[in-house]
Nanobody, 123 residues
Framework: QVQLVESGGGSVQAGDSLRLSCVAS????????MGWFRQVPGKEREYLGR????????YYADSVKDRFTISRDNPKNPVYLQMNSLKPEDTAVYYC????????????????WGQGTQVTVSS
């Protein structure tokens, strides 16, 4: 098992920035990529991007690539999601996830999930 714990959510104003963190523990040797997703009630989870376990490669969904950055210094440190120029439509529960599969953007390929952290952006 891999345990994931997110933190850093909260309520901000439009235009603000926020950084989410995700700490992984357990059988992390299983993990190929770490991903970030978000979900609003009544909708599917939306893929935001992913980073390789060692932090060397990052990929982003077109919808957020100009405003969001995923980073990690090394495998012992958290994975971060830096979100800039936040908009009210970014309001969602944000999840980090881990997958043993390579190059996946599909939530069903992600085997392990954090509990989620709420981000609320007001106008």
């Amino acid at each position: 098992q891999v345990q994931l714990v997110e933190s850093g959510g909260g309520s901000v104003q439009a235009g603000d920035s926020l950084r989410l963190s995700c700490v992984a523990s357990g059988r992390t040797f299983e993990v190929f990529d770490m991903g970030w997703f978000r979900q609003v009630p009544g909708k599917e989870r939306e893929y935001l991007g992913r980073i390789s376990w060692n932090g060397g490669r990052t990929y982003y969904a077109d919808s957020v690539k100009d405003r969001f950055t995923i980073s990690r210094d090394n495998p012992k440190n958290p994975v971060y999601l830096q979100m800039n120029s936040l908009k009210p439509e970014d309001t969602a529960v944000y999840y980090c996830a881990a997958t043993p599969k390579a190059y996946s953007t599909i939530q069903y390929d992600y085997k392990y999930w954090g509990q989620g952290t709420q981000v609320t952006v007001s106008s």
